[in-house]
Nanobody, 122 residues
């Protein structure tokens, strides 16, 4: 079992920055790949970024060059640094964990946090 708790969401103007945090706990949390997904109103939950347990990263095209995912292995915290935010980044952001090495499909993630709201005003 892995427990995930997100924090760091909020309201920011377009062009601004936010850093989301996801604290992972559980006996084997360090052996899981962690990812961020987001869900805007009336849209499906979509993949944003992932950091595999081997260190590899991947991003959805719309955030490449603006978002960076990283991990503090000692504290089992994964971060999502979001720069140059746009109104279309507005969504609830979820942290998720999987045993798989490199997947983007939300159905492959077994554990989810409660989500944190990010709102970008124009």
């Amino acid at each position: 079992q892995v427990q995930l708790v997100e924090s760091g969401g909020g309201l920011v103007q377009a062009g601004g920055s936010l850093r989301l945090s996801c604290a992972a706990s559980g006996a084997t949390a360090s052996s899981y790949s962690l990812a961020w997904f987001r869900q805007a109103p009336e849209k499906q939950r979509e993949f944003v970024a992932r950091l595999s347990w081997s260190g590899g990263t991947a991003y959805v095209d719309s955030v490449k060059g603006r978002f960076t995912i990283s991990r503090d292995n000692a504290e089992n915290i994964v971060y999502l640094q979001m720069n140059s935010l746009k109104p279309e980044d507005t969504a609830v952001y979820y942290c998720a964990a999987t045993r798989y090495l490199a997947v983007r499909n939300r159905d492959d993630y077994s554990y989810w946090g409660q989500g944190t709201q990010v709102t970008v005003s124009s």
